[in-house]
């Protein structure tokens, strides 16, 4: 008889929580028991485990085996637990040393011939080992770039079960041969120019609108038929963002690490995200959920980052109004009957729509002016009132395109000015815990940041006819904001508020 404990962590959205795993060896009929509240992959496990351990040379337990993931009322999903596992229970059954593995952290899934394979969730799972004193953690080769992302993490990459043997036994671990990692990276397949603002021609309207999105990350939508630059200029906004600080681009990496979408070779991601999902995506996609594992949705995974609806009418009423909460928290709440799990959500909103459901525009149209209202309803006008911007593009002519070409400016100027102005709104905003104009409450916003009352007039003019609401005078208010940001002024101005109302209503023109 037998008993030795290692230690994995178990993923409850993206906040890691540690587990004990427990391998008893006793009497009885061979066969292995799992408890503490597996799921079917988990569950799975015992016959990997068996064919991994036999597969590295060892000698599998004779007796019945009782394996306990402990804290029991934790749910564990997933293989990320089979190499803790089967190192206690070669521990229990004494071929390796029980105190050497004891307070080590193993995150790794086994194949049938006993090699270790990525797992989802690795850099949360280090991040929470490491909160709680274990920072010695192995995992396959694949997942140990991730990993090391975490400061004072003492990463042990293993290519299988053999090589953690070996270490364990003080001996060398075998370099990886490139030939055989089948989880060796792979160079990007996306190659060619980046895009870039300039690439949008005869919509001067619209790039400042992008420009202010970012400067103050602003919610834009933008209104216009096919062919005028709708999807260009919302591709481009992630351009003229500001890398992610350390601290976000751990944050968006940890989202996207338990989302399974890492790219092999960039463990951390360092650039404003940027998801765009199919029209037809259901509410689950896309603010996240699952009916067995909760996993994050397009909103998380553009955290830091830009969220673009093209076709925005499309999306089902359902989905679009699900997005309400999210934009004014900055996170998602989901709950199952087995565990409720919060994901961060803090993105930009972007969305796009034609005029009308045949989206030509002019004399071309065929739609009546009720199939036209029709259309635009299916936007919410709660929703529509927390978009800061919106913008209606024109077709252009060839004429403008060409005249537009000396006017174009890179996504590295206006991203400098970008910078700039987000420069100021942190200075002002230091002593406060947000860091962009979008961020700040209205009951703060009024408080510690009063606008003159000159610069007030239009919004207090334009709500008693009933053309604002009070959310929407304090969006148009962060908006002004922004704008004397990007002109470098104190405070704003009367030109500042004129022009925020009509971004915010929609009446801006060229």
């Not at 060896?25 to 292995?32: C, D, S």
């Not at 239009?458 to 940001?485: F, H, K, M, N, Y």
Request: aromatic share 4%; glycine share 10%.
């Amino acid at each position: 008889m037998g008993l030795a404990r290692t230690k994995s962590v178990a993923l409850l959205g993206v906040e890691g929580h540690t587990v004990e795993v427990e391998a008893h060896l006793g009497g009885g009929a061979a066969g292995l028991t799992l408890v503490g509240l597996p799921d079917t992959a988990l569950r799975e496990a015992r016959d990997r485990i068996r064919a991994a351990v036999v597969n590295a040379g060892e000698t599998w337990p004779e007796g019945h085996i009782t394996v306990s993931l402990s804290p029991a009322s934790l749910p564990k999903r997933g293989s990320g637990f089979d190499l803790a596992i089967a190192t206690a229970v070669l521990a229990a059954d004494g071929a390796i040393p029980a105190e050497v593995v004891h307070d080590r952290v193993l995150l790794a899934e086994l194949g049938l011939d006993g090699r270790a394979r990525p797992v989802s969730g690795v850099l949360p799972a280090v991040l929470e080992s490491v909160r709680r004193g274990h920072r010695t953690i192995m995992v396959a080769r694949g997942n140990a770039a991730e990993a090391a992302l975490v400061p004072d993490a003492e990463v042990v990459a293993i290519g299988g079960l053999g090589d953690l043997l070996a270490w364990v036994r003080g001996e060398p671990i075998p370099d990886a041969a490139d030939d055989d990692d089948p989880d060796a990276d792979v160079p990007d397949p996306t190659h060619g120019r980046s895009p870039d603002l300039a690439d949008v021609l005869g919509q001067p309207v619209a790039r400042r609108a992008v420009e202010i999105a970012a400067a103050g990350g602003h919610h834009l939508m933008m209104v216009g038929p096919p062919g005028t630059g709708k999807s260009l200029l919302a591709e481009r906004l992630p351009t003229v963002l500001p890398p992610l600080t350390p601290e976000e681009a751990i944050e968006v990496t940890a989202v996207h690490s338990v989302a399974g979408t890492l790219r092999k070779g960039q463990p951390l991601i360092t650039r404003a995200p940027f998801c765009a999902p199919h029209h037809t995506a259901t509410r689950a996609a896309i603010v996240g959920g699952g009916s067995v594992r909760l996993r994050p949705g397009c909103v998380s995974l553009a955290h830091r980052g830009a969220l673009f609806l093209d076709e925005a009418p499309e999306f089902a009423t359902g989905v679009l109004d699900s997005l309400r909460q999210p934009l004014e928290s900055g996170e998602v709440t989901v709950s199952r009957s087995a565990a409720t799990v919060c994901f961060p959500a803090r993105f930009q909103l972007v969305m796009a729509a034609n005029p009308c459901p045949c989206g030509k525009s002019g004399n071309a149209c065929t739609c009546s002016s009720l199939q036209r209202r029709r259309y635009l309803a299916r936007l919410s006008g709660p929703l529509l009132d927390r978009v800061d911007l919106k913008v209606e593009l024109q077709p252009v002519a060839h004429a403008e395109l060409l005249a537009d070409r000396a006017y174009a400016e890179s996504s590295a100027t206006v991203a400098e000015r970008v910078a700039q102005a987000r420069d100021r709104a942190a200075k002002r905003l230091a002593a406060t815990p947000w860091t962009t104009n979008a961020e700040v409450p209205g009951a703060s916003l009024r408080r510690d940041f009063p606008v003159p009352g000159p610069a007030l007039h239009i919004l207090a003019a334009a709500l008693e006819r009933g053309e604002i609401s009070a959310r929407g005078v304090d969006r148009a208010i962060r908006l002004s904001w922004t704008l004397a940001d990007l002109a470098a002024r104190p405070r704003p101005e009367p030109e500042d508020t004129a022009y925020a109302f009509a971004l915010w209503s929609g009446r801006s023109t060229p």
